[in-house]
């Protein structure tokens, strides 16, 4: 069985860092594409970034220049770095990953989230 677990989150001042890690294990063949999504109360879930195995990356508008998504493919292991936080990134985290296990199809995966508070 595959899970994804993640780490890292908690509560920051604006202007503050933070980095959140998640790390995929179990019957694993491969993975493709790992991202990160978050959802605030009330908003829809949105897509903060993502790496495809080949280290390509893609951000959406609100984070880039501000966030790095990076991954260790011997680990399993996919991390967001954020940095100048701010009070609208306020949400939580979630995990995502486009996993081969062993036995089963390709399919993504989820983490379980971990809360980001970007608060004075």
């Known amino acids: 069985q595959v899970q994804l677990v993640e780490s890292g989150g908690g509560l920051v001042q604006p202007g503050g860092s933070l980095r959140l890690s998640c790390e995929a294990s179990g019957r694993i063949v491969s993975i493709n594409t790992m991202g990160w999504y978050r959802q605030a109360p009330g908003k829809q879930r949105e897509s903060v970034a993502a790496?495809?195995?080949?280290?390509?990356?893609n951000y959406g508008d609100s984070v880039k220049g501000r966030f790095t998504i990076s991954r260790d493919n011997a680990k399993n292991t996919v991390y967001l770095r954020m940095n100048s936080l701010k009070p609208e990134d306020t949400a939580v985290y979630y995990c995502?990953?486009?996993?081969?296990?062993?036995?089963?199809?390709?399919?993504?995966?989820w983490g379980q989230g971990t809360q980001v508070t970007v608060s004075s």
């Open positions: 995502n990953a486009e996993i081969k296990g062993v036995g089963v199809l390709t399919h993504d995966y």
């Open positions: 790496i495809t195995r080949g280290g390509t990356t």
